[in-house]
C-alpha cells in the first residue's frame, strides 16, 4: 500500500486522504485503540481516526453519550490541527460532535460560547485569506464577469445586484473589462447586500475610487441586511436599466429556515420522525427559499449568476452529514496539505475559522441555526427551473478564461468540469464547486 500522507512540503495530488475512504472496508473492525495508537504510522492513524470519528458519530446519534466521551477523548489524543491533513480534519469534527453533545444541555453551552464575538475584522481575513489560498472564489468571479460582459452587450444602463458584497476585487476586474469597451462603458450601479455597514463601506471607497480612475459613470447602493430578511424594494430596480444578479455560495443558507418554519407548521415533524416523511414535506414547503428564488425572479434579471458549494451537506440525519462532510472536508484540507506549508498561520486560520466553523454547523446545529446545507448542482438546478428561471449555459471563452486561471495556479490537482453548460471545479475528482448562469424564464 502506497504512502497516504506525505511529509511537508511533497505533493499530495497522487495520493491523500480521500483513498481513506475507499479504503475503509479493508479495515471494517480496527476494535478499540488505547496506547498503540499513538505509535501508529500517518495512513494507519488515518483510517483509525475515521474508524474513531463514525463510531462516535453514531454514539452521538443514539444518544449515547458515555461511549461518546470515551471516543471523543481517544480521537483527542490522535487528532492535532496542526498535524497531517486527517490529523487536522480529526481535530474539527471531534470539536463539533462535542458541540453537538453540549448542546443538550443549553445553559452549559451558552456559558461557554457566551465570550465568543467574531470582529469584523476578522471575518475580512478568513474570507480574504480563502480568496488567496484557494482558486475558486476567483474562478468564480472570472465566470460571474464574463456572462455578465455577454449578457450586458449594447445596454448603455446597467444594474448589477451583489447578494453578498464583501470582496471588491471582482467588480475592480469588471470595471477594467467595461471600461475597454468598444461602445464605450455603461452607466453602471452595483447594489451591494450585506449584513456588516463596515464591509459595506469599504466596498463602496474602494469601487468608487477605481471607477473615477477609469471614468465609469458609477454608483455604489448600499443594503445592509441579512438575505433572509432582505426587503427587495431596498434594491430600488428601475426599469430601463439592464440588470445582473450575483449569489456567490449565499442561497444555501436560506434552506434552514424553510426547515424551521415546516416544524412549526407541522408539529407531527418532530426531531425524531422518518427522514423520508420530512424530506417529502420540505420540498411541498420551499417556504423561504422558494419565495426569495420567486422575488429574483420577479426582477426579471437579463442574467443570474450562482455560485455553491457543490456537496450533500443537508441530508436529514447525522451519520449522512458526517460522512458527506468528512469527504468534501478531507478534499478542502488536501488542497492545502498540497500546496501551503503545515506551519503557515494563514492555513490554520482559515482550516479554524472558516473550515471548522462550517464543520460545527453542518453537524452540532440542527433547524434554523444550520445554515451551512449546501447541496449539489443538480437540486440548484430543479430549484431554479420550478422558480421560473432558465439556464444559460457559460461561454466558450469564459471556460477558456477560467480553465487558463485554474492552469497557472500551478497545482494538478484543480479540475474544471463541464456539465450542461454549467461548470463544476474540483479537487483530483471530487466536485466542490459549481457555478452556473440563468435567465427569467417569461
Known amino acids: 500500500m502506497g504512502s497516504m500522507f506525505q511529509e511537508e512540503g511533497s505533493s499530495s495530488v497522487t495520493s491523500s486522504p480521500l483513498q481513506f475512504f475507499s479504503m475503509m472496508s479493508l479495515s471494517p473492525s480496527i476494535g478499540s485503540p ?129 447578494l453578498n458584497a464583501a470582496e471588491p476585487a471582482q467588480w475592480i476586474a469588471l470595471l477594467q473589462v467595461f471600461s475597454a469597451r468598444p461602445e464605450g462603458p455603461p452607466h453602471l450601479r452595483i447594489t451591494g447586500v450585506h449584513h456588516q455597514k463596515e464591509i459595506l463601506e469599504q466596498m463602496a471607497h474602494k469601487l468608487t475610487e477605481e471607477a473615477e480612475k477609469l471614468d465609469i459613470p458609477f454608483q455604489f447602493h448600499p443594503v445592509v441586511s441579512k438575505l433572509e430578511n432582505l426587503d427587495f424594494d431596498k434594491l430600488r430596480v428601475k426599469t430601463g436599466e439592464a440588470l445582473a444578479i450575483s449569489s456567490i455560495l449565499q442561497l444555501h443558507s436560506l434552506l434552514g429556515l424553510d426547515d424551521e418554519a415546516l416544524r412549526r407548521r407541522s408539529p407531527l415533524l418532530s426531531k425524531n420522525s422518518n427522514g423520508i416523511h420530512l424530506q417529502k414535506a420540505l420540498l411541498m414547503n420551499q417556504s423561504t427559499l422558494e419565495s426569495f428564488l420567486n422575488a429574483l425572479w420577479g426582477l426579471s434579471p437579463k442574467v443570474m449568476i450562482v455560485t455553491e458549494q457543490d456537496s450533500n451537506h ?17 478534499a478542502l484540507f488536501d488542497c492545502l496539505e498540497s500546496t501551503v506549508s503545515r506551519t503557515s498561520v494563514e492555513r490554520l486560520k482559515v482550516e479554524k475559522m472558516l473550515f471548522g466553523e462550517e464543520i460545527k454547523n453542518i453537524i452540532a446545529c440542527e433547524g434554523a441555526e444550520r445554515r451551512e446545507r449546501h447541496e449539489k448542482l443538480d437540486k440548484w438546478i430543479q430549484r431554479l427551473d420550478l422558480s421560473g428561471f432558465g439556464n444559460v449555459p457559460l461561454s466558450y471563452y469564459g471556460m477558456l478564461q477560467a480553465r487558463r486561471f485554474l492552469q497557472s495556479c500551478g497545482c494538478e490537482g484543480y479540475k474544471m468540469r463541464d456539465e450542461n453548460g454549467c461548470v463544476v471545479i474540483c479537487w483530483q475528482d471530487r466536485p466542490l464547486f459549481s457555478i452556473s448562469a440563468w435567465r427569467s424564464r417569461k
Open 34 to 162: 488505547y496506547t498503540w495508537l499513538r505509535e501508529l504510522k500517518s495512513e494507519e492513524r488515518g483510517l483509525a481516526l475515521i474508524h474513531l470519528l463514525l463510531t462516535c458519530a453514531n454514539h452521538v446519534a443514539a444518544g449515547s453519550l458515555e461511549n461518546a466521551n470515551v471516543m471523543l477523548d481517544q480521537i483527542s489524543q490522535l487528532a492535532s490541527p496542526d498535524g497531517d491533513t486527517m490529523q487536522r480534519i480529526a481535530a474539527y469534527f471531534n470539536e463539533a460532535l462535542a458541540d453537538r453533545i453540549l448542546k443538550t444541555w443549553p445553559g452549559l453551552h451558552r456559558a461557554l460560547n457566551s465570550t465568543r464575538i467574531v470582529m469584523v475584522s476578522e471575518e475580512i481575513l478568513v474570507q480574504k485569506l480563502f480568496l488567496e489560498l484557494f482558486p475558486f472564489l476567483k474562478v468564480s468571479y472570472i465566470l460571474t464577469n464574463q456572462a455578465i460582459v455577454e449578457a450586458m452587450e449594447g445596454e448603455k444602463m446597467v444594474h448589477i445586484i451583489d
Open 314 to 330: 443537508n441530508g436529514s440525519t447525522l451519520m449522512e452529514r458526517v460522512l458527506e462532510a468528512l469527504y468534501s472536508y478531507a
